[in-house]
């Protein structure tokens, strides 16, 4: 099939194919109890930009424009947050309805191969199995694929108005191409200084919410039994932030359990001097880690907060925590 031919011919059944793709999509997400996606949009590529597309690979002249490009059908789920993509991805519910390549599957984050784009999904090259290609409703699909893209609605945004600003951006003969330059850094600097840090505080927030749902005595307990088995400084400055900001505010006795807080703090930031830092892994690439003094920096702030609870406590873990660094 060559260019013409997916615009004159085909175009409408690969238009009918992601429709398809995203029905079952659709069904095996609610059967299965997932987290509802904010939405699942599809759409077959449109012959513009599979020209451009095919200009830049040296193929506009292709007769298998199906063999070289996995996009001509195209869905995409966007979920409301990194959790919810880690449930939808670790269902492997992609593997259990669809045939996926042998090397369909890519995590798209910034690497050295790719000059460092900013752009973050996971996509999925798929067809559909061979028990439903053999149903005559299905039977004409059977030799077409699908790219299935999966982000957060963060993402979503960016890649969208990225898209709109810089790939169609044209040349403007020498005017200009500093600004733009200049906006594309922005474009960067608005993923890497904002959308990234927000998605993993939403990710934040959506597990302490639920750890809350199990009850408030148990969700403090857990917070500080989180805070004693953390394997990581990311993890103890993550539950630090949670016990400051979460939990110790709302207490109505906090006196009842500041020893233990005290006790957990101080023993946190002890073994946090000695922790190595590792990066903070999300669906969509890396953060850089805290550190120790990240992590001994939210143990001083909830003692000043609280210190009046029990001064003499409060100070004695201070001296400690400056005895430790």
Same mark, same amino acid.
């Given at each position: ?22 029905? !079952? ?23 513009? $930009? ?12 292709? +007769?298998?424009? *199906? ?61 559909? $199995? ?6 005559? *409703?299905?039977? $004409? ?22 898209? +709109?600003?810089? +790939? ?21 600097? !608005?993923?890497? $200084? ?6 993993? *505080? ?36 993550? !539950? ?16 009842? !359990? ?68």
């Amino acid at each position: 099939m060559n260019l013409q031919e997916y615009e004159t011919e085909h175009i409408a059944l690969y238009q009918e194919f992601c429709q398809i793709i995203r029905n !079952i999509l659709e069904r095996v997400i609610a059967a299965n109890g997932l987290p509802r996606p904010q939405s699942i949009q599809c759409r077959a590529k449109e012959p513009k $930009k599979l020209r451009a597309r095919l200009e830049q690979s040296a193929a506009l002249d292709s +007769d298998y424009i *199906e063999a070289l490009r996995r996009d001509l059908a195209g869905v995409r789920i966007i979920f409301y947050t990194n959790t919810d993509v880690d449930r939808f991805v670790g269902s492997r519910l992609i593997f259990e309805n669809f045939e996926v390549e042998e090397d369909g599957v890519k995590v798209h984050h910034p690497t050295e191969e790719n000059d460092g784009s900013q752009y973050r999904g996971i996509h999925y090259t798929i067809r559909l $199995k061979s028990d439903r290609a053999k149903l005559a *409703e299905y039977a $004409k699909f059977h030799a077409l694929r699908c790219e299935v893209q999966v982000q957060t609605i963060l993402h979503h945004a960016w890649s969208e108005t990225s898209h +709109d600003i810089l +790939d169609k951006n044209e040349s403007r003969d020498g005017f200009g191409a500093r600004a733009m330059e200049m906006i594309q850094s922005r474009f960067n600097r !608005i993923m890497t $200084k904002h959308l990234l840090p927000a998605g993993y *505080e939403f990710q934040r927030v959506q597990h302490d919410y639920e750890r809350l749902q199990q009850g408030k005595e148990l969700f403090d307990r857990d917070l500080l039994s989180r805070l004693e088995d953390a394997s990581n400084n990311n993890e103890r400055h993550e !539950i630090l932030a949670s016990l400051k900001q979460d939990v110790l505010p709302h207490y109505d006795d906090i006196g009842a !359990i500041y020893g233990d807080v005290l006790a957990a703090i101080v023993n946190a930031s002890r073994r946090s001097a000695s922790t190595p830092v590792v990066p903070i892994v999300t669906p969509f690439g890396e953060m850089p880690g805290k550190t120790s003094a990240d992590v001994v920096l939210v143990a001083v702030e909830i003692i000043q907060i609280f210190r009046y609870v029990d001064i003499s406590g409060s100070f004695n873990a201070l001296c400690e925590l400056y005895h430790n660094g």
